[in-house]
T-cell receptor, first 118, second 109 residues
């Protein structure tokens, strides 16, 4: 399957600071990437759909000014958590579709980034 | 609003047994169905996708889809302790995935 990487894998930051998470498709070009958040013992919640060269589409209830998404190239999408607060502490996971080889709507996940805000 | 329902478990089976995981969904227009495996502290890994009614087999895994009953299942044959994980059912419509809460599977040696 397609390989997706994320960086960093873990980050601890102080309340009020911003954190940037990178998501890369390593062996394919991803026109669409997705950002999810997962709280302990909960399922994945889609935050936004990131489209290369255009604005992200945010799910209802997700603050677009707080979670800034940029998809500047076909292999890189970034999520910036601005003015982070302890309640933003979570497991953030990106995924991507390989439109040329993936089955219909298949998504491949990066390893995730565990964010802790102190 | 799409809903995907799974029994949270845990489902406990002995090594070598067949594990049966079930999922129901509410959205009749869903066209694509997936099973992901998620180990504790890790991200989900795609193990099966199914698009049409019937069975689809891949190694020890068999996915079953019944669109009329809005039901999808995953069978794991010859279960191994390494299969112990949370299994997430996901459905797709318009390119985004909706996940169930997952079923925890415990395979005892």
């Amino acid at each position: 399957g397609a390989v997706v990487s994320q960086h960093p894998s873990r980050v601890i930051c102080k309340s009020g600071t911003s954190v940037k998470i990178e998501c890369r498709s390593l062996d394919f070009q991803a026109t669409t990437m997705f950002w999810y958040r997962q709280f302990p013992k909960k399922s994945l919640m889609l935050m936004a759909t990131s489209n290369e060269g255009s604005k992200a589409t945010y799910e209802q209830g997700v603050e677009k000014d707080k979670f800034l998404i940029n998809h500047a190239s076909l292999t890189l999408s970034t999520l910036t958590v601005t003015s982070a607060h302890p309640e933003d502490s979570s497991f953030y996971i990106c995924s991507a579709r390989d439109p040329w080889t993936s089955g219909r709507d298949e998504q491949y996940f990066g390893p995730g980034t565990r964010l802790t805000v102190t | 609003q799409k809903e995907v329902e799974q029994n949270s478990g845990p489902l406990s089976v002995p090594e070598g047994a067949i594990a049966s995981l079930n999922c129901t969904y509410s959205d009749r227009v869903s066209q694509s169905f997936f099973w992901y495996r998620q180990y504790s502290g890790k991200s989900p890994e795609l193990i099966m996708s199914i698009y049409s009614n019937g069975d689809k087999e891949d190694g020890r895994f068999t996915a079953q889809l019944n669109k009329a009953s809005q039901y999808v299942s995953l069978l794991i044959r010859d279960s191994q302790p390494s299969d112990s994980a949370t299994y997430l059912c996901a459905i797709s419509g318009y390119s985004t995935l909706t996940f169930g809460k997952g079923t925890m599977l415990l395979v005892s040696p």
